[in-house]
């Protein structure tokens, strides 16, 4: 057992069923993942340097940044079927290439 992961231990059982005393366990564990203390001001601010992350004080804090108007929004999906349609453009003009020179 050398990857990390949630592992199950299932004794013998009669008639192939599942055993009622199976055990579930997680190998490799990260526990500071777990570590849910709360960040000094020294991270926060490490954090908040740059815009690059901003923190909300309470919940209409946080819904009213959120619905703002100036509000970031993901772009990845665009690029990704940018990606694809380049992709499948690049197939149809290989294609066609092929199919041109086999007549000649």
Do not use: C, I
């Given at each position: 057992?050398?990857?990390?992961?949630?592992?199950?231990?299932?004794?013998?059982?009669?008639?192939?069923?599942?055993?009622?005393?199976?055990?579930?366990?997680?190998?490799?564990?990260?526990?500071?993942e777990s570590?849910?203390?709360?960040?000094?001001?020294?991270?926060?601010?490490?954090?908040?340097?740059?815009?690059?992350?901003?923190?909300?004080?309470?919940?209409?804090?946080?819904?009213?940044?959120?619905?703002?108007?100036?509000?970031?929004?993901?772009?990845?999906?665009?690029?990704?079927?940018?990606?694809?349609?380049?992709?499948?453009?690049?197939?149809?003009?290989?294609?066609?290439?092929?199919?041109?020179?086999?007549?000649?």
């Open positions: 057992m050398t990857l990390p992961g949630v592992y199950r231990f299932a004794g013998k059982s009669l008639g192939g069923k599942p055993s009622p005393t199976d055990e579930h366990f997680v190998a490799n564990f990260d526990r500071s570590d849910l203390t709360l960040l000094t001001e020294a991270q926060r601010e490490a954090l908040a340097h740059e815009d690059r992350l901003t923190f909300a004080t309470d919940l209409a804090e946080m819904q009213q940044h959120m619905f703002a108007d100036g509000s970031r929004s993901e772009f990845w999906w665009v690029l990704l079927y940018g990606f694809l349609a380049f992709t499948a453009f690049e197939v149809w003009m290989t294609r066609r290439m092929l199919h041109g020179a086999k007549e000649e």
